[in-house]
């Protein structure tokens, strides 16, 4: 892991379209400095389909520059929070990643309306600049931020103890909130039992740091990420924290398709991915 420190730059990074659901987004990046004392950074991506937008709904050249305007006005007031606004003209995979190292941003969050994406970001996409990110991203859907302050990680293997515990003592006190670990509901009795100690070690650990947690499971009968979404939102989570080592195989699963499933949960629960290849 290259740095176990979040938030070096105090920037978010958050790309729009303007639609309902990146507004939700800019909300979610807005509260989420509002807590911490960050700035935020909204992204706007010129290509052709925006211009096609633009012309067919007769928006003149300033509609863009006022749309932005309009977001630093609103929080400025709202929130006490300073807002920088960039404009690129490019694809929405390569941009959005070039801007997140030209800015220095330490997070991103992502607006979608599920697998139909957002107006010019079909699902897949926003999967591959999730999956490719060096920096924390959280992918949120039309419900606004749930204030509850919990924080669900679902762990389904042993790996990377050291750099999960690190990476959720900051998420909780970064949020000030209290982690809801949930074990994978392994049916090997040498991986189940392998599983739970990992995940005592970590809750007693965390205890050991201050840090609020508790400890739950899946049940057998339930596929685990059916489990998994609904403990969050029975929990009214604030988000599910998935922690990412793409090279590693983990048991019944197949990370790529379960990771993008999750992203895209019917439940709206806001999803945050950390890339521990990139981290």
């Known amino acids: 892991m290259q740095s176990n420190v979040l938030f070096r730059s105090g920037t978010i990074l958050v790309p729009t379209d303007f639609s309902p659901v990146c507004d939700n987004a800019v909300s979610f990046g807005v509260k989420l400095a509002s807590a911490n004392g960050n700035k935020v950074c909204i992204l706007h991506i010129i290509n052709n389909k925006t211009r096609r937008g633009l012309k067919k709904n007769d928006s003149g050249p300033g509609f863009i520059d006022n749309k932005l305007k309009a977001y630093q ?6 929130e006490n929070v300073h807002v920088d606004t960039i404009q690129r003209i490019g694809g929405i995979y ?3 990643n070039e801007t997140v190292k030209e800015i220095g941003a330490d997070m991103m969050v992502l607006g979608t309306h599920g697998k139909k994406g957002w107006q010019y970001l079909l699902g897949s996409d926003i999967f591959k600049v999730v999956y490719e990110s060096s920096i924390p991203t959280v ?7 749930n204030e509850t302050k919990k924080i669900v990680v679902p762990l389904i293997d042993d790996y990377d103890i050291d750099d999960k515990l690190q990476l959720i003592k900051q998420m909780a006190r970064i949020f000030d909130a209290q982690i809801l670990l949930f074990q994978h509901n392994e049916t090997d009795p040498e991986l189940h039992n392998r599983l739970s100690v990992f995940i005592n070690d970590l809750s007693v650990r965390l205890k050991n740091d201050q840090i609020s947690n508790s400890t739950s499971s899946a049940d057998l009968k339930t596929s685990y990420q059916v489990a998994l979404r609904s403990h969050a939102s029975l929990q009214k989570a604030s988000m599910i924290l998935i922690m990412v080592r793409h090279s590693l195989e983990t048991p019944a699963i197949n990370p790529s398709d379960w990771y993008e499933e999750l992203l895209f949960n019917p439940e709206q629960v806001p999803v945050m991915v950390i890339n521990l290849n990139k981290f």
Do not use: G, R, S
Not at 73 to 78: A, C, G, P, Q, T
Not at 139 to 145: E, G, I, K, S, T
């Open 73 to 78: 006005d609103l929080y400025k007031e709202k």
């Open 94 to 96: 390569t941009t959005i």
């Open 139 to 145: 992918v949120v859907q039309n419900l606004p931020m």
